[in-house]
């Protein structure tokens, strides 16, 4: 577990940057532009598989990966105990979060490149992973910046796996980042990898692309391009409200960037949106979005405490704890957990909670929900 939040609340501005998730199938396009000697990286997307019709910058959209078992359509696998794959920094038996390789029907990044044929030197590359003579597009890891619960910093790996299942490793940090962290495509080509990821949160991985100009006419190398993934439920729900540098600084959880006094993972945990100002509670018995509604209740004939909330479903693996607690004096040993509980299922993501104190007819109560982050998860 790791820090509580409580409710307060204030009034702000909301915050301006645009974000987004991508799914399907997605090109990361490093390209060179001889006439203005720049090179562009886009997200490409959409369309048809040839020709991806959406474009965006790497800055402001993100690729999610769902918390849900591989045998479950989802992208959280096993590490497997062979030491072909400790590379990957994950230990035997713990989870590993993959975008794979071949198209699973959700998100699927590959690099691609539309060079015009003939742009970049053909020459012999001497590293042993292709070891053959071809006109070179190198992509080079630069950095990866983490965010999210998991202590210290987890790994991110780029494989590929051939015909036998021996993968070829391009990138990997567990061993830090170093000269061999790159991956080769060619001019005008297109492939896909395994993207892996240690642990929940959002990654920021931040590659170089470079190549030899064609009749030896020099190195071009292009400037630091981010490409952001969000691992999981709390991650992904981040990604669609902040982009960029801003999804550290502003989308963590403690963040509140519209200063409505509820940081990020309140809002996230009842539904509101961290973008706009808002403290009202939730509508009783018909809300879908709100902070949690605490109010005195005939019930059996019983003055009772009441506090109804929405909750997301345990089945999307939140990555949080909701705990209703009541108390007679404020006091921070006096809240206790309990009372009766209604549930109503709203969708496949949600449900409303009502609460009921177990105490009646005191003559001083009160009522909480107290949200929790988990740093570790027992699936």
């Not at 509140?256 to 009202?280: K, M, R, V, W």
Request: proline content about 7%; overall charge negative; some cysteine.
């Amino acid at each position: 577990m790791k820090k509580l939040f409580f409710l307060c609340l204030l009034l702000a501005c909301p915050n301006a940057f645009p974000a987004g998730l991508v799914t399907g199938h997605v090109d990361i396009r490093f390209n060179y532009q001889p006439a203005t000697d720049t090179w562009n990286c886009l997200l490409r997307y959409g369309g048809t598989f040839d020709n991806p019709s959406i474009e965006a910058g790497p800055e402001t959209v993100a690729l999610p990966a769902r918390d849900l078992l591989s045998t479950a359509s989802g992208e959280r696998y096993l590490q497997p105990p062979s030491a072909a794959y400790a590379f990957t920094g994950a230990a035997a038996g713990s989870p590993l979060w993959i975008l794979p390789q071949s198209d699973r029907g959700y998100t699927w990044p590959g690099f691609a490149n539309v060079q015009t044929v003939g742009t970049f030197l053909s020459y012999p590359n001497s590293d042993p992973r292709v070891s053959a003579t071809a006109k070179w597009l190198k992509i080079r890891l630069v950095s990866v910046e983490y965010s999210g619960a998991a202590t210290g910093l987890p790994d991110f790996s780029l494989w590929t796996t051939g015909s036998g299942g021996t993968p070829t490793v391009w990138m990997a940090t567990s061993d830090g980042i170093g000269p061999t962290d790159c991956y080769f495509t060619t001019e005008n080509t297109h492939s896909h990898l395994n993207w892996g990821f240690t642990a929940l949160g959002i990654y920021r991985v931040t590659m170089r692309s470079s190549a030899y100009l064609a009749s030896d006419s020099g190195f071009v190398e292009s400037t630091d391009q981010t490409v952001t993934f969000a691992i999981g439920t709390f991650a992904a729900w981040r990604a669609t409200h902040f982009s960029g540098a801003d999804i550290v600084t502003s989308g963590d959880a403690l963040s509140d960037p519209d200063a409505d006094g509820s940081p990020n993972l309140i809002e996230y945990a009842f539904n509101t949106d961290p973008d706009l100002p808002g403290t009202a509670p939730i509508a009783a018995g018909t809300g879908t979005s709100g902070l949690p509604l605490v109010r005195v209740e005939n019930l059996s004939g019983q003055d009772r405490l009441t506090v109804e909330f929405v909750r997301r479903k345990s089945s999307t693996n939140p990555q949080i704890v909701y705990t209703p607690e009541f108390s007679g004096t404020l006091s921070a040993g006096d809240w206790q957990a309990g009372g009766t509980s209604t549930v109503t299922s709203l969708d496949a993501n949600w449900e409303r909670v009502k609460v009921a104190d177990s105490v009646a007819a005191a003559p001083r109560r009160f009522a909480r929900v107290r949200v929790t982050l988990q740093t570790g998860i027992s699936y």
